[in-house]
């Protein structure tokens, strides 16, 4: 449904979501006096759609949402199931402009550029979330209008937006009477389904961080070209390069840890590190994630040895498969040989599987699991949520654990929605007999949440960031871990 707001000037609203309340608000308020909200959508579904949520964090300078205010908006997007494309925009040379003309001027150009890309947000067929993420920097989510949500067509959509972000920003400004031209650089990432809103808005940096002078960087694989990056990839594995962090699991009943998961870890000649998300998707385009999933299950078996040696930690660490490794007719075989040759038992291992991965080849996906399982590792559902078990196939699939994904948690302490799939799942775990694992928990709130609702375990920032395994066996071998004073109160 498209709103009329004056002649010619459209803002779009979306219909038919699940949660009518939630702000998806084509533009923030802009700075601009004479800008009207443009959330301001007349009647029905509109008016309960405000165009920033209440609550949202703004910016005070130019009105819009700052960087946390902008990626909450995007992931309300992304739990609707909305995909979206994020822009990253940076004013180029702004110290300069701040030196030369004054800190007043300078407000008053970010408040201008803040206009002028909430009007180009006002005057799209689809939807846009504008933030400023940072001091020069602002941020767009685009999505695209229905019916232009096939690849190619919703790609020249978002084509023709950054033209025309490029030329709305390239008439010069004219602040409290002084001339100024403005280059900006622009980045752009998509916002896949299941991926992090916080990550897409990294990448959408990185790819303007690497574009420059107008130049449109899509990927981060493109700045360093694809090939090149693929090789430096496949060198970095056969030269035992790749490396593990290990980020701490933690039993919600009691405080105390119960395993450990291994991320993969990847830095450049450089000492950049390179995403996980983005290398883990080149090694897969590009065969490499057999080997690559070889040697994080090495690195964590050779830290398990290590550990068992010093008699240090005696925890699982769980190693993430991906779907190619786990249809590997060997992959029994070589789990248990790797387990042999480094002499860890094998229920100090654990494998997590991603849910939608699993479900593409369900019937030899299970004589796998039953395989593995003989073996005495212990399996996890990673990612639940995302993909759509059925409930049959939930019944009888071998697994000890589902990890629910950070997607749902984030909302759980403000969107009854989130908190309701959330409660669900783990009644539906617990139901199936199986332990329940809340992944990506970043505020004490989310953490009482779910002491209450009695999820088993749980991951994310807020108790433990990811760290090395020297850092691990150093900070968790210790009585006392850092996380014990969340878990004073009982829940
Ligand atoms: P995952 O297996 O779901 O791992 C959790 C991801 O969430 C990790 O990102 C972790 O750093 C991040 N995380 C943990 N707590 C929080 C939190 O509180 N907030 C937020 N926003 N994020 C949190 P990372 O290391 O970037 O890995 C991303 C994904 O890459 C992993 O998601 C996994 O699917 C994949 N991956 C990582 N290592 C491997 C690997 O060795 N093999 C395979 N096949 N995939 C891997
Ligand atoms: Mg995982
Ligand atoms: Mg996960």
């Known amino acids: 449904m498209n709103v009329h707001k004056r002649a010619n000037e ?75 494309t994020v822009i990253a925009l940076d004013i180029e040379e702004f110290t300069e402009i701040n030196e030369a003309f004054g800190l007043e001027l300078g407000d008053g150009l970010l408040r201008a550029v803040a206009d002028r890309c909430a009007q180009v947000g006002r005057s799209l067929n689809g939807h846009c979330v504008v933030g400023r993420v940072g001091a020069d920097e602002f941020a767009l989510a685009l999505v695209p209008p229905a019916g232009e949500t096939e690849d190619a067509a919703a790609a020249a959509w978002v084509e023709d937006i950054v033209l025309h972000l490029q030329d709305a920003l390239a008439t010069p400004f004219d602040i409290n009477g002084q001339q100024l031209d403005v280059r900006v650089v622009i980045g752009q990432a998509w916002l896949a389904r299941g991926s992090d809103a916080a990550e897409a808005l990294q990448h959408a940096v990185f790819a303007r961080r690497f574009g420059g002078h107008g130049r449109v960087v899509h990927s981060y694989e493109e700045k360093h070209g694809e090939r090149r990056l693929t090789q430096a990839l496949h060198e970095a594995i056969t030269g035992c390069r790749i490396d593990i962090a290990l980020q701490p699991k933690i039993s919600l009943a009691t405080g105390e840890l119960v395993g450990l998961e291994a991320l993969a870890r990847w830095r450049l000649a450089d000492g950049e590190q390179v995403p996980p998300n983005i290398f883990i998707a080149l090694a897969e385009r590009h065969n490499l994630i057999t080997q690559l999933g070889e040697r994080v299950l090495t690195r964590a078996l050779e830290t398990l040895a290590s550990w068992g040696q010093e008699g240090s930690l005696r925890v699982p660490i769980a190693v993430n498969f991906s779907a190619m490794q786990f249809h590997d007719d060997q992959i029994v075989t070589h789990v248990a040989q790797a387990l042999e040759q480094h002499g860890v038992p094998p229920e100090l291992l654990e494998l997590e599987l991603t849910e939608s991965k699993l479900l593409g080849h369900a019937e030899s996906a299970m004589r796998t699991l039953h395989g593995l399982r003989a073996l005495g590792v212990c399996l996890s559902i990673d990612d639940f949520g995302t993909g759509y078990s059925s409930l049959n196939y939930l019944r009888r699939v071998p697994v000890h654990r589902l990890k629910i994904d950070g997607s749902f948690v984030r909302g759980i302490a403000n969107e009854p929605g989130a908190r309701e799939i959330v409660h669900l799942l783990i009644q539906l775990a617990h139901n199936l007999n199986l332990q329940c694992v809340a992944e990506g928990i970043e505020t004490r709130e989310q953490l009482a949440l779910l002491r209450e609702m009695g999820c088993d375990e749980g991951q994310g920032f807020l108790l433990a960031t990811p760290m090395s395994p020297w850092a691990a066996a150093r900070h968790l071998g210790q009585k006392k871990a850092p996380w014990m004073p969340l878990f004073a109160q009982h829940p």
């Open 10 to 84: 459209k803002v779009t609203c979306l219909v038919g979501l699940p949660r009518p309340h939630v702000a998806v608000g084509a533009v923030a308020g802009a700075a601009n006096q004479d800008a009207e909200p443009a959330g301001a959508c007349a009647g029905g579904v509109a008016e309960a759609m405000p165009a920033v949520r209440p609550g949202a964090r703004l910016d005070p300078l130019t009105g819009l949402p700052d960087r946390s205010g902008f990626i909450a908006e995007v992931r309300m997007l992304q739990n609707l199931g909305i995909t979206a």
